[in-house]
C-alpha cells in the first residue's frame, strides 16, 4: 500500500476478516515460543510441557452492548464469556483473566462493582481467576478490554485448519437464539423511547433474553470428546454467526461445506420469536452470532459415537474446497452461505 | 458496598489506585497456575519450567491519545511500549503482542496500515512477534486494547513488594521529558487552532518530543543485572510519574522512602522547557508520567557495582513505613510527595 498517493480505501472494501488478514499478513514470528499467531481463536504459546493460550477482545459501548437494557451486572459476565470462549474455540480451558476499563466520570462507584460482580460471577462459575484489573478514564463510552488466559495438554490443542473433505460438522447447542434476544430487547426499547410510561413485557422470551444478556459456554465439551476419545480437527466458537465461523474454518482449512436447513438446532422460543419478525428461523440462526456455542469438525467414523454426546448435533459434511459453501434445504436446493461483513463488530 | 440504598459515590473519591484495589480486592485464585493476580504490572503464569507474564492497556483517543498531533504510525509503536514495559518492569523478556482495534468507519485501510507499521516497527526492534489482532467498529474514537506476553526465568522475576527499609531506589534514564514534550505539543495545537496559517516550531524540542511521541524502553537493564550478579528487591516501570509509582512500590512494599532533589536524573532539553512554563523541573520529573523507564531497588551492598551500570543512577533510599514519602531538597527541607489521583487516566 503506497500512502505517498494518498489513497483512501474504506475499511468496508475489506470486510472484517480481509482487514484482520490485510493487517496480519507481515506477522513472522521470530521466537521459537510462539507456536501459533494470528490467524485462530487464541495466540498459543509453548510453555514446555504444555501450551498456554491468549486471546483478547474489546468491549465497545453502543456497538457490542446499549446500557439502556443491559444490566451491568450481565455485561460484566458476558464479556467474561466473550473472553473465554476464545479458549474453550481451541479446546483448552480457561484458568486466569485480566480485565481493562475504560469508564467516564458519569460512572460511580456503585455501578462499577455491579460489573465487577458480574466478572466474579462468571470467574467462579468458570473457574477461572481475574489475575488483573486496570482502570483509565474514557472521554466516550463504557470500554471493556478482555484478555482470557488458559492452558491445553499439547495433544488436545484443535485449530481451525485441520478439517478435511467429508469430515462431519457439528455444533454444540442451538442458534439465533441471542439475535432474536436483542430485536425483542430493541423492539421494547422504541415502544419504551415513543412513550416513557411503556411497561416492557418480555414474558415468553425469557431463554432468548437469556441468551443475549447471560450466555453461557458449552466448557464440558472437551471433557466428553476426551472421554469418548474423539480428537476433533478443526474447532472455533460461534460468534460472528454460523455461517461466518463455519466458513472462516473452510478457508483455513481448505474444504468446502454442505448445511443441511432441517439439522440446525434451533429453540422453540427461537422459532416463535423469528415468526413474530417474520423471518425464516434458519436466517438468524446462521447470521446472527453471539451464540457462544462450538463447532467442530471430526472425520465421518466418529458418527456413531457423536450421537451419544448430549448436546451435540452432526449438521453438515465438509466438502472439496471448489464445491463452494452452501445450505441444503429439504427439497435439495442449494443456498449459498455468506460471511458477515464488516458492520458486525 | 450496599446497592439497595442506591449510594452514588463518585470515582474520583477513591483515585485510580483505590479504585483498582477496590474492584480486586475479591479476586482470590483458585488454579495453582495462578502464581501472582491483580497487584504487580502483570500477571504472572507458573507454566512448569518458567513464568509466563501478561499484561494488558487500553489506550483511548482523547485520553491516551490526541491524532492531531500524534501521527499514526508513532502511536502504534507507542502502544507496543506501553504494553511491554509491563514485562520489562518484572524483569522479564517481551515474547509476543496482541492487539484489538476498535476503528470507527472515518479510518481508512491507508490509516489503519500506517498505524500498524508502527506496531510491526516496534515488535522488530524488540523482538516481540504479533500474534493477535483482532479489529471491531466503533461509533466514538479509536481505542487500542494492547496485550504482551513475555516470560521470565523463575529465579529472575521481580515484583514490587520486595523492597526493605534502606534499600537504594535507582532508576533507568531520565525524568519528565514525555510530559514536557507533550506540553509543547500541546502550546503549538492551541496557537494553530487559534490561527491555521501558523506553523508549529518544534526545533529544540526534538529529544522530549521524541520521548513523548515514541518512547523506548531500557530493555538492557535485565542483562546488565544479570552480568553484574544483582537482584532487585522490587522493580516496575515508570508511567504513571515517578513519584506515584516508587509510593506503589512503598506501599505494596510496607515502606517509605527519602528521593534525593539533586539526584533525579532530568534532560538538559527537559530543564530548558520547564523554565518556559516556568517550572521547576523535578515537578514534571516527579509527577509526569509515561516516562517509560524502570525504578528498582537494591540492597545497599551493591551501591559500589551500580555505579559502572550505564543510564542507572541511584536517586534515593527505602525507609521504614512510618517515615512516609518525602523529596529531600539540597538544603536539607523535606517535602511530602503524592501519589497521582484518578484524572491521570
Redesign the interface.
Known amino acids: 500500500?503506497d500512502?505517498s498517493e494518498?489513497?483512501?480505501?474504506?475499511?468496508?472494501?475489506?470486510g472484517?476478516f480481509g482487514?484482520?488478514e490485510?493487517?496480519?499478513d507481515?506477522?513472522?514470528?521470530?521466537?521459537p515460543?510462539?507456536y501459533?499467531?494470528?490467524g485462530d481463536d487464541?495466540?498459543v504459546?509453548d510453555?514446555?510441557?504444555?501450551f498456554?493460550l491468549?486471546?483478547?477482545?474489546?468491549l465497545?459501548?453502543?456497538?457490542?452492548f446499549n446500557l439502556i437494557y443491559t444490566p451491568l451486572k450481565h455485561l460484566g459476565y458476558k464479556a467474561v464469556i466473550r473472553a473465554i470462549s476464545d479458549i474453550c474455540a481451541m479446546n483448552g480451558i480457561a484458568?486466569?483473566l485480566?480485565v481493562?476499563?475504560?469508564?467516564s466520570?458519569r460512572?460511580?462507584?456503585?455501578q462499577?462493582?455491579?460489573l465487577?460482580e458480574g466478572v466474579?460471577l462468571a470467574c467462579k462459575k468458570y473457574?477461572?481467576?481475574?489475575?488483573?484489573?486496570?482502570?483509565?478514564?474514557?472521554?466516550?463510552?463504557l470500554?471493556i478490554?478482555v484478555?482470557a488466559?488458559g492452558?491445553a495438554e499439547k495433544e488436545s490443542l484443535v485449530k481451525r485448519d485441520g478439517a478435511k473433505p467429508h469430515d462431519l460438522i457439528c455444533v454444540t447447542g442451538n442458534f439465533g437464539a441471542s439475535y432474536l434476544g436483542l430485536q425483542i430487547l430493541e423492539r421494547e426499547r422504541k415502544l419504551f423511547d415513543k412513550d416513557r410510561t411503556f411497561k416492557p413485557d418480555l414474558a415468553g422470551y425469557e431463554y432468548i433474553i437469556e441468551r443475549q444478556l447471560k450466555p453461557e459456554l458449552p466448557v464440558q465439551l472437551s471433557g466428553q470428546l476426551k472421554d469418548m476419545g474423539i480428537t476433533p480437527t478443526s474447532m472455533i466458537d460461534v460468534s460472528d454467526g454460523l455461517a461466518s465461523d463455519l466458513i472462516h474454518v473452510c478457508r483455513l482449512s481448505g474444504t468446502g461445506c454442505r448445511v443441511f436447513y432441517d439439522k440446525i438446532p434451533i429453540d422453540s422460543e427461537t422459532r416463535k420469536a423469528a415468526e413474530e419478525f417474520k423471518l425464516d428461523p434458519a436466517i438468524p440462526a446462521l447470521n446472527g452470532g453471539e451464540d457462544y456455542e462450538i463447532l467442530f469438525t471430526v472425520p465421518l467414523e466418529f458418527a456413531g459415537k457423536l450421537k451419544s454426546i448430549e448436546n451435540v448435533r452432526m449438521i453438515g459434511h465438509m466438502t472439496s474446497p471448489e464445491k463452494g459453501y452452501f445450505l441444503v434445504s429439504n427439497d435439495g436446493t442449494e443456498i449459498e452461505l455468506k460471511a458477515q461483513g464488516?458492520?458486525k463488530?
Open positions: 500500500m500512502n494518498n489513497k483512501k480505501t474504506p475499511i468496508r472494501n475489506y472484517k482487514l484482520i490485510h493487517i496480519t507481515k506477522a513472522t514470528p521470530v521466537n515460543g510462539t501459533l499467531g494470528v487464541a495466540a504459546i510453555a514446555g510441557e504444555r498456554i491468549v486471546s483478547t477482545d474489546l465497545l459501548e453502543g456497538i457490542h484458568r486466569q485480566l481493562a476499563l475504560g469508564i466520570t460512572f460511580t462507584v456503585e462499577i462493582d455491579e465487577y466474579y473457574g477461572v481467576d481475574l489475575a488483573g484489573g486496570d482502570t483509565t478514564s474514557s472521554l466516550t463510552g470500554t478490554g484478555t488466559i492452558e464488516w458492520e463488530g
